[in-house]
């Protein structure tokens, strides 16, 4: 009896060793689908032991942090360390011990971390994990490959092989805090800006110090369209006093190469620590990026777009310039349902619309995505049905969970009026009702007031040029006495 129990303990321990997971002091070789939403950032799935935690990749940070929602009982060392943010912050932070760590279903060694305060479980993946990665992040389909860190000759060497439109890029590093770095200039009207901006993997838009910007001759917030000639006696909506970003018409990260027409977010004040402000995934995320902090180099791809007229066609790699390689489109079947992501490689004038089929399915509403005027490169990601779509149009969304798969339909050159931005819509086929799921608008601004009173802006000045000139009155006939 006691050889048998001494046996059946051993194959107990064996089974347990058999199953611990293997731990890895990196993230190289590893391919992670983004956690799911409308926006591009670089935040995967993760867990601490069994806890459910969001881990984002930070690039600019010396020093990994973990949060107190992920540790019962946390490890304080005396130890503190000091974490200067970019645009003036700075944070003390405790160091503890993490251990647990998994990131896409791969177990990191246990690492020291500084310690945040907070109740949801999140970790904040530093330069101490992803020095000697580089993050490939391919924004049509919402992944991140980890690959080995090279020389920027070698990435040089690659573009060829690539096709399209590709661009290697410097980034230089701060002389005091390490912060990847990269020349950005902004054009307004006749006015440019030209410095430093840190390049942000967590950030989801660009931001821009106001002092330097004012200085440079930019108009601020709604400063550019109180300028406007408006005819005597209007004035503008009042709701346009709450936008306070930056309106650029381009950003550029060398010459030719950025987006046209888009908003900046501004942080107080002038810079403090030589950085102008931030590129977030607004700019850099309308590429197929590479970022190579470890050998200072950013490698930027996309397809190559030829325009003759009204008509834009696509070449991806080596292949035929074509319409339909405007767009991509690439699905996910999860267990909340369809997860899809829509991106649109070339310029938009008058914005559009792209519609889904659902193959073995007849929805009772139409769904799709739409896009407002802009620059090409823009992508969006979306849960099909929507958690909301059930509150608002149940029958649309139950007709829709079923579906396994999703394939592009009809494009419309205008987008839908009723979901201003860039959106994920639904149409109910017999009342025509439409519920949407928009990425966020400018700060301060929402997209529907935003397209309001741009609307309005664009009828009064076609009004104020097209109203004919008042002809002078004849004169009247000279009376003769």
């Given at each position: 009896?006691?050889?048998?129990?001494?046996?059946?303990?051993?194959?107990?321990?064996?089974?347990?060793?058999?199953?611990?997971?293997?731990?890895?002091?990196?993230?190289?070789?590893?391919?992670?689908?983004?956690?799911?939403?409308?926006?591009?950032?670089?935040?995967?799935?993760?867990?601490?032991?069994?806890?459910?935690?969001?881990?984002?990749?930070?690039?600019?940070?010396?020093?990994?942090?973990?949060?107190?929602?992920?540790?019962?009982?946390?490890?304080?060392?005396?130890?503190?360390?000091?974490?200067?943010?970019?645009?003036g912050a700075e944070t003390v932070f405790p160091i503890t011990r993490l251990a647990g760590l998994t990131v896409a279903g791969r177990r990191l060694r246990p690492m020291e971390a500084g310690l945040a305060e907070a109740q949801a479980c999140s970790v904040t993946?530093?330069?101490?994990?992803?020095?000697?990665?580089?993050?490939?992040?391919?924004?049509?389909?919402?992944?991140?490959?980890?690959?080995?860190?090279?020389?920027?000759?070698?990435?040089?060497?690659?573009?060829?092989?690539?096709?399209?439109?590709?661009?290697?890029?410097?980034?230089?590093?701060?002389?005091?805090?390490?912060?990847?770095?990269?020349?950005?200039?902004?054009?307004?009207?006749?006015?440019?800006?030209?410095?430093?901006?840190?390049?942000?993997?967590?950030?989801?838009?660009?931001?821009?110090?106001?002092?330097?910007?004012?200085?440079?001759?930019?108009?601020?917030?709604?400063?550019?369209?109180?300028?406007?000639?408006?005819?005597?006696?209007?004035?503008?909506?009042?709701?346009?006093?709450?936008?306070?970003?930056?309106?650029?018409?381009?950003?550029?990260?060398?010459?030719?190469?950025?987006?046209?027409?888009?908003?900046?977010?501004?942080?107080?004040?002038?810079?403090?620590?030589?950085?102008?402000?931030?590129?977030?995934?607004?700019?850099?995320?309308?590429?197929?990026?590479?970022?190579?902090?470890?050998?200072?180099?950013?490698?930027?791809?996309?397809?190559?777009?030829?325009?003759?007229?009204?008509?834009?066609?696509?070449?991806?790699?080596?292949?035929?310039?074509?319409?339909?390689?405007?767009?991509?489109?690439?699905?996910?079947?999860?267990?909340?349902?369809?997860?899809?992501?829509?991106?649109?490689?070339?310029?938009?004038?008058?914005?559009?619309?792209?519609?889904?089929?659902?193959?073995?399915?007849?929805?009772?509403?139409?769904?799709?995505?739409?896009?407002?005027a802009g620059d090409r490169g823009r992508s969006t990601q979306h849960l099909l049905p929507w958690p909301r779509l059930f509150e608002t149009m149940k029958a649309c969304a139950e007709s829709v969970a079923p579906a396994t798969q999703a394939s592009l339909g009809?494009?419309?050159?205008?987008?839908?009026?009723?979901?201003?931005?860039?959106?994920?819509?639904?149409?109910?086929?017999?009342?025509?009702?439409?519920?949407?799921?928009?990425?966020?608008?400018?700060?301060?601004?929402?997209?529907?007031?935003?397209?309001?009173?741009?609307?309005?802006?664009?009828?009064?000045?076609?009004?104020?040029?097209?109203?004919?000139?008042?002809?002078?009155?004849?004169?009247?006939?000279?009376?003769?006495?």
């Amino acid at each position: 009896m006691r050889v048998f129990l001494v046996v059946v303990v051993l194959a107990g321990l064996s089974c347990v060793r058999s199953e611990a997971p293997k731990v890895f002091d990196s993230l190289v070789g590893l391919d992670a689908a983004l956690i799911p939403g409308p926006g591009v950032r670089l935040a995967l799935p993760g867990a601490v032991f069994e806890r459910p935690a969001e881990v984002t990749l930070d690039v600019t940070r010396e020093l990994s942090v973990v949060t107190t929602g992920c540790l019962d009982t946390p490890m304080v060392s005396a130890t503190r360390v000091k974490v200067v943010d970019p645009l003036g912050a700075e944070t003390v932070f405790p160091i503890t011990r993490l251990a647990g760590l998994t990131v896409a279903g791969r177990r990191l060694r246990p690492m020291e971390a500084g310690l945040a305060e907070a109740q949801a479980c999140s970790v904040t993946l530093g330069m101490d994990m992803l020095t000697g990665a580089a993050l490939e992040v391919d924004v049509a389909r919402r992944l991140v490959r980890f690959v080995a860190s090279r020389p920027r000759s070698e990435w040089l060497a690659t573009l060829e092989a690539r096709g399209g439109e590709a661009q290697v890029l410097e980034l230089t590093r701060d002389p005091l805090h390490d912060w990847p770095l990269l020349a950005v200039r902004l054009t307004q009207g006749q006015s440019q800006l030209t410095g430093a901006f840190l390049l942000s993997t967590t950030e989801r838009s660009s931001r821009v110090f106001d002092e330097p910007a004012r200085a440079a001759g930019f108009s601020i917030g709604s400063e550019l369209l109180q300028a406007l000639d408006l005819p005597k006696g209007v004035e503008l909506p009042a709701e346009l006093a709450a936008f306070s970003g930056l309106a650029v018409d381009r950003a550029e990260l060398a010459p030719g190469v950025g987006a046209q027409s888009m908003s900046f977010l501004l942080a107080k004040g002038s810079p403090r620590l030589g950085v102008l402000g931030l590129v977030a995934a607004d700019l850099w995320g309308r590429f197929e990026a590479t970022l190579d902090v470890t050998s200072g180099t950013l490698v930027l791809h996309r397809p190559r777009v030829l325009t003759s007229g009204s008509r834009s066609q696509c070449a991806r790699g080596d292949g035929t310039p074509t319409e339909d390689a405007c767009f991509e489109l690439f699905q996910e079947r999860r267990a909340k349902g369809l997860v899809v992501t829509a991106t649109v490689w070339r310029p938009l004038a008058q914005g559009g619309r792209l519609y889904f089929d659902f193959p073995g399915l007849s929805p009772v509403c139409r769904m799709g995505v739409t896009f407002d005027a802009g620059d090409r490169g823009r992508s969006t990601q979306h849960l099909l049905p929507w958690p909301r779509l059930f509150e608002t149009m149940k029958a649309c969304a139950e007709s829709v969970a079923p579906a396994t798969q999703a394939s592009l339909g009809l494009f419309e050159d205008a987008p839908l009026p009723e979901c201003p931005g860039v959106c994920a819509f639904a149409q109910d086929l017999r009342t025509g009702r439409v519920n949407c799921e928009c990425q966020p608008g400018p700060v301060g601004l929402s997209g529907a007031s935003q397209r309001a009173v741009l609307d309005r802006l664009r009828a009064l000045l076609k009004q104020e040029k097209s109203a004919p000139p008042v002809e002078p009155a004849d004169p009247e006939p000279s009376k003769t006495k």
